[in-house]
Structure formats: C-alpha cells, structure tokens
C-alpha cells in the first residue's frame, strides 16, 4: 500500500526555518519524482519543488529559489524540503506527492501525481 506522510509543520516567525519531511512507504522511492506542493485558504494547490530519480530538483514556484531547497534519503525512504528565510506568504498546507514519473519536468501539475499525504500545515506569522 502506497503511503506518504508529510511532517515537521508549525508555526514560525518571519525569517525562521522549517525542514518538512515526507515518508515514503510502499513503493521505491528512487524510481520516482516527489514533489512539493502547497495550499493556502482559497487558492489552488501549487508546486514548489520537485527532485528526481537522479537527486536533480525542479523548482516549479520562482519565489522559493534561495530559500527552499529539497534532498531524498532512498536509504530511509523520505524526501526533505528545507525552507530558510520563511516568509508570511509561505503560509499554507504543505503536501508532498508521487509523480506519475520519475522525471520532474513532465509532472508539474497537481493532476501529474498519483498519490499524496495528508498534509502539514506551516504558518509563518510573528
């Protein structure tokens, strides 16, 4: 059974960090683009990041570059998403998902990946 569970969310202030972490289990990680996504109140779910079979990562939101940044452990099965310089604007759900490849380039819409955890939530307010 396919599972991903996102973790690591809370509240922050603005400039803070947050790393979130997304398990895997059910399937080989490394054979798989996971991505990043977030949802704010009202608004449609967006990328942010993705990372690839070959550990190379795709950012899909320009807003994130500098500040965010994804690794995978194929070893413990869970992918990273290091966010530094928080900003208000960074607030939402955070969710992680398979890719329907393993190839970042070609899954960048939320339709684009098959399953999905349930979600943190980060709140960057001071």
């Known amino acids: 059974q396919v599972q991903l569970v996102e973790s690591g969310g809370g509240l922050v202030r603005p400039g803070g960090s947050l790393t979130l972490s997304c398990a895997a289990s059910?399937?080989?990680?490394?054979?798989?683009?996971i991505g990043w996504f977030r949802q704010a109140p009202g608004k449609e779910r967006e990328g942010v990041l993705c990372?690839?079979?070959?550990?190379?990562?795709?950012y899909y939101k320009d807003s994130v570059k500098g500040r965010f940044t994804i690794s995978r452990d194929n070893a413990k099965n869970t992918v990273y998403l290091q966010m530094n310089n928080l900003r208000p604007e960074d607030s939402a759900v955070y969710y992680c998902?398979?890719?329907?490849?393993?190839?970042?380039?070609?899954?960048?819409?939320?339709?684009?990946?098959?399953?999905w955890g349930q979600g943190t939530q980060v709140t960057v307010s001071s």
């Open positions: 990372i690839n079979n070959e550990n190379r990562s795709t």
């Open positions: 998902g398979r890719g329907l490849t393993r190839f970042c380039t070609v899954v960048e819409r939320p339709s684009e990946y098959d399953y």
């Open positions: 059910g399937f080989t990680l490394g054979y798989y683009a």
